[in-house]
C-alpha cells in the first residue's frame, strides 16, 4: 500500500475540512451557555468541542492521505464551498422570501 503525497491543493482542503469541523464544534457553547453558571465550566466545554472537532477532522484528513480511493473525499477548496454555501443561504431565501438578500 503505497501512501499519497499532500500537495497544496489537498492542504487548501484538508485546512477547510479543520475550519469546518472546528466551527462545528465551537457551537457546543451554545447548550454549556443553557447548562453552566460559571465562565470556566462554559470555556471548558467550548474548548472541549472545538478540540473534538479539530481532531475528527485530523483523523479524516489522515484517512484520507493513506486510503484516498476508499473514503469519501473531504470537502473542496476554501472559495468553491463557500459558493455551496452561498447557494444553500440563496436557496432558503427562496422557500423563505421574508428573509432579506444577506448578499
Not at 487548501?12 to 469541523?21: F, I, P, Y
Not at 468541542?49 to 470537502?75: D, I, K, M, N, Y
Amino acid at each position: 500500500m503505497e501512501r499519497v503525497c499532500a500537495n497544496n491543493e489537498q492542504y487548501d482542503r484538508h485546512g477547510v475540512n479543520m475550519l469546518m469541523k472546528g466551527g462545528l464544534g465551537l457551537m457546543a457553547f451554545i447548550p454549556a451557555a443553557v447548562l453552566f453558571r460559571g465562565r470556566g465550566s462554559r470555556n471548558f466545554v467550548t474548548a472541549a468541542g472545538f478540540g473534538f472537532g479539530c481532531g475528527v477532522a485530523f483523523q479524516q484528513s489522515r484517512t484520507f492521505l493513506a486510503h484516498g480511493e476508499q473514503v469519501q473525499p473531504l470537502p473542496k477548496s476554501f472559495g468553491e464551498e463557500l459558493g455551496c454555501w452561498q447557494k444553500m443561504v440563496l436557496s432558503y431565501r427562496d422557500i423563505m422570501p421574508s428573509i432579506p438578500n444577506p448578499f
